[in-house]
């Protein structure tokens, strides 16, 4: 090979012709990254495509935001009543966490990139590390989806009249935004699980059962303690995806601090421990223990992880996650909706 050439890198974000941005990211700021050094340069790509936009959204983590939502729904309508719903109310508790996930994918995408942590990426490309969008135009859709979250959650307090929920959901796009935000962001300090158990778990299905019927139960709790694992096995093996690219650009997620073996337990543990809340719901509420048809997914993920060597079984392990935690949100909810139990 000759002296200086660029050896092939399928599994890396694609490269042309470079502009000299030494010492700074992609938005012409210092880039944070601490592996970056003077002489860098960052890429240019072909501008982003519609299909690149909708990747970006990282489709695949939306059940993060669903499966909450929908037991949420179903914990309330054992409170509420036979016969008594609150369409309105859930459907914008949808919007809310769909606008928010997609938005903290973007902010994610955009704060990465400009920092350099993209740049060695290993799983589908971003927009910004790649060069394929503008920094500022990734930030504004970022914004943009923060904004309709907003919006839903404004008409919801309105609905409501619980005023204090503006506190909740300034909180929440506050938090998602430092998810790798701001000069020290908190998904670089191995609290990026701590963020999606209580947003993506407790306050995203406790805050829907609590917006329809004033109050919460135990179906709730345990619904959202179930799902909130999940969510932290997607991140877990997302993070486990990236683990040496994220200790070459100085990004200390869970797993750079407890190692390959240790993430791919603790994926394991909060993959399979649902299942288990599950089970005992399962005892009141009979239609429950349909979840289990989702370990058709759950153990060949677990399987994978814990032998997986590359990055494409590990990204096969986060899609199969995203099923499990879908259908453990779709039958939990229609156990809680359709099996008559004892309001708590």
């Not at 501008?47 to 983590?61: E, K, L, N, Q, S």
């Not at 859709?141 to 839903?152: M, Q």
């Not at 000069?183 to 829907?208: Q, S």
């Amino acid at each position: 090979m000759a002296h200086g050439a660029r050896p092939a890198a399928p599994k890396q974000q694609k490269t042309s012709a470079p502009r000299s941005t030494a010492g700074r990211g992609a938005n012409g700021g210092r880039s944070g990254n601490p592996a970056r050094g003077g002489g860098r340069k960052v890429p240019l790509a072909k501008p982003a495509t519609f299909g690149d936009w909708v990747g970006a959204a990282r489709i695949r983590t939306l059940p993060m935001a669903v499966a909450p939502v929908l037991i949420g729904t179903g914990a309330a309508t054992i409170i509420a009543g036979p016969g008594v719903y609150h369409p309105v109310r859930a459907l914008l508790c949808l919007v809310v966490a769909l606008a928010l996930q997609i938005g903290v994918n973007y902010a994610n995408d955009y704060s990465d990139g400009i920092r350099g942590t993209d740049d060695l990426r290993v799983g589908p490309s971003r927009l910004t590390g790649s060069g394929a969008a503008k920094p500022k135009t990734v930030l504004t859709v970022a914004l943009a989806f923060f904004g309709i979250a907003a919006v839903a959650g404004i008409v919801l307090t309105i609905l409501t009249q619980f005023w204090w929920l503006l506190l909740v959901g300034a909180v929440a796009i506050v938090a998602a935004w430092f998810y790798t935000g701001g000069k020290r962001p908190y998904g670089y300090f191995a609290l990026g699980e701590v963020f999606v158990f209580v947003f993506f778990g407790l306050v995203a299905t406790l805050g829907t059962t609590f917006v329809q019927v004033g109050t919460v139960n135990q179906e709730a709790w345990f619904g959202a303690i179930g799902a909130g694992l999940i969510a932290c096995a997607a991140l877990v093996v997302n993070n486990l995806r990236d683990l040496e690219q994220d200790k070459a650009v100085g990004k200390r997620t869970l797993s750079t601090f407890i190692g390959r073996i240790a993430s791919k337990v603790l994926y394991c543990v909060l993959l399979l421990v649902p299942f288990g809340i599950a089970a005992f719901l399962a005892l009141f509420y009979p239609i429950a223990w349909f979840t289990m048809f989702a370990l058709l997914a759950a153990i060949p993920a677990c399987v994978i992880v814990l032998f997986s060597t590359t990055a494409r079984e590990q990204i096969l392990a986060l899609k199969l996650t995203g099923l499990v935690q879908l259908a453990f949100g779709v039958i939990l909810g229609l156990a809680f909706f359709y099996t008559p139990g004892i309001a708590s």
